[in-house]
């Protein structure tokens, strides 16, 4: 199985709401984006599949959505912009349409990096 990985990174700020009714104040992060896709042969070039073509696809569907954003205001959050969720709505966002890139392409995983020792992977995995 071959895994191939591209990062990006957007600003945007968020405000967290926890469960005891306290919220953070908004604040903003430099936020680093990992997609992590998986196939199990190259295609006829040799590749899973080219480094520009997955990256043209995640800034076009999810980091232009993102980028200098307030997170809570994209209704998808429902007002609270965790980083779980973040990563989630980024992992349903390129699912279907990466397909398009190649057959037997998948998606692996979503890391959503907020802060340098703090980050979120998404998976449908159950390892």
Not at 44 to 69: N, P
Not at 88 to 94: F, N, Q, R, S
Request: aromatic share 8%.
């Amino acid at each position: 199985m071959y895994q191939l990985k591209v990062e990006s990174t957007f600003s945007a700020a968020h405000a967290v709401r926890f469960s005891n009714g306290c919220a953070e104040p908004l604040h903003g992060h430099n936020w680093r984006l990992t997609v992590c896709v998986a196939k199990e042969t190259l295609n006829e070039c040799a590749m899973v599949v080219d480094f520009e073509e997955l990256k043209k696809l995640t800034d076009g569907l999810v980091i232009s959505k993102l980028d200098h954003a307030n997170l809570n205001d994209i209704p998808a959050f429902k007002g609270n912009a965790t980083c779980e969720a973040v990563a989630k709505w980024i992992y349903d966002e390129l699912e279907s349409p990466l397909k398009k890139l190649g057959v037997g392409i998948k998606l692996e995983s979503v890391t959503l990096r907020e802060a340098r020792d703090c980050c979120v992977t998404y998976s449908t995995k159950n390892n």
